[in-house]
């Protein structure tokens, strides 16, 4: 906790993070902060000023701007309390990623470009076209063993003119800034430019898992990991998962892939045997109408079960020369899929009327049109049309 005063407080808005309408609310700028702004690859603490949440912190300049709900007294003292929860991670996951970045270099040269701190893991961009499973293995062995090591991490602050600043790994400093240069040192290992928050000594990471590595920009590649308390929640998510899948599965942990085999080899015998008996049944529907000795012009059929070739199949059968044909598959009060075939100039003239009637897109050629539909309840409507169409074409 914190208690400064209020400098300044002027209405504002704010987008959310996962999208949609701006939130109404204050800019507030208080003479000092606990709360960091978020740069550096790094996201913004959270926290409460009084008992009113702050839901943004950004930098403007050389100040901390941040974001509430209730407008505030300029010159008012205020307590400020930090989410310690979601600072220790941040910190957790930001010394993780100097010390992999760090020991990537010194073991195989791969240099850092870029990384990014995520909600539920991180990723540092790595100057390297390809990394192995051996090379990942050795830098996750290595970084753990400086954690067991409980290796310091400190902070220096050294002025701007600093000939000492030359030695210091760094992508250059921000164009607005002023004043000193914040180092971040980790013993005999690393010295990095950075105003990000940190731990104190390596110990506190407690572990750090690496997850492989994802293809990223032209010739680099972005390593995924987990540092801290994170790890803990991954395990912690994969032995729940395990256990609802030995309890579906009726088998042990080391059985379950096996078992998932056995399970895909046998669902995709049984939907090759439903795609065989749905032709079965087209080629059985279609013959049906036309043993029949008159046939009527219109032809309409809804199936829940269905596909697209299921409906082309009775359409192939039938023929749509003479008749008009308006399939439909799918929840007959939700979506599905829909084909009108018929005569050319009938299916050109009806097909996008039918689509429109359904709620949805389709397309056509030669006497067929076909598409999905939104609103299958709307089926009734899309017959009558057609039923329309038929009495007037009709002699």
């Known amino acids: 906790q914190f208690a400064p005063r209020v400098v300044s407080c002027r209405a504002a808005e704010l987008r959310p993070e996962g999208g949609g309408e701006p939130v109404r609310g204050f800019q507030v700028v208080l003479e000092d902060t606990i709360l960091f702004p978020e740069g550096g690859g790094q996201p913004d603490d959270r926290g409460l000023i009084g008992d009113v949440p702050v ?47 760090a020991i990537a270099e010194q073991m195989f040269g791969f240099k850092t470009t870029s990384w990014e701190l995520g909600r ?161 049944i087209a080629v059985l529907i279609a013959r049906d109408f036309k043993s029949k000795p008159v046939r009527s012009q219109l032809f309409v059929l809804h199936r829940k079960e269905g596909d697209s070739e299921f409906m082309n199949i009775i359409a192939n059968e039938i023929g749509t020369e003479e008749t008009l044909l308006f399939l439909t598959v799918g929840d007959e009060k939700e979506a599905g899929l829909f084909l009108l075939a018929g005569p050319i100039e009938a299916v050109e003239n009806l097909g996008p009327r039918v689509a429109e009637l359904l709620g949805g897109k389709g397309a056509g050629k030669r006497g067929r049109f076909q598409g999905k539909a939104t609103k299958m309840s709307r089926r009734g409507e899309a017959e009558a049309l057609l039923q329309e169409f038929i009495s007037h074409r009709s002699p």
Do not use: Y
Not at 55 to 71: C, D, K, M, S
Not at 136 to 150: D, F, G, S
Not at 190 to 202: A, I, K, P, R
């Open 55 to 101: 839901l943004r912190v950004t930098r403007r300049g050389p100040e901390a701007v941040h974001f509430v709900q209730e407008a505030l007294e300029p010159g008012a003292e205020v307590m400020l309390s930090l989410d310690w929860d979601r600072r220790f991670d941040h910190m957790q996951q930001h010394s993780g990623q100097h010390l992999i970045t």
């Open 120 to 280: 539920q893991r991180s990723v540092i961009e790595l100057d390297t076209p390809a990394m192995t499973a051996e090379q990942i293995e050795a830098l996750e062995r290595c970084v753990n063993e400086k954690i067991r090591e409980r290796i310091p991490v400190m902070v220096r602050e050294l002025a701007a003119d600093d000939p000492e600043i030359e030695t210091v790994r760094s992508r250059g400093l921000p164009d607005d800034h002023a004043g000193p240069v914040r180092v971040i040192d980790i013993e005999g290992i690393d010295s990095n430019m950075c105003c990000g928050t940190h731990v104190s000594n390596l110990s506190d990471l407690q572990v750090i898992k690496l997850l492989g590595t994802e293809k990223g920009k032209k010739n680099k590649i972005n390593l995924v990991f987990l540092a801290g308390n994170r790890v803990l929640k991954s395990i912690e998510q994969s032995h729940s998962t395990e256990k609802a899948l030995t309890s579906l599965l009726k088998n042990g942990p080391g059985e379950h892939v096996e078992a998932v085999k056995r399970l895909q080899t046998s669902v995709k015998l049984l939907q090759k045997n439903n795609l065989n008996l749905l032709r079965d």
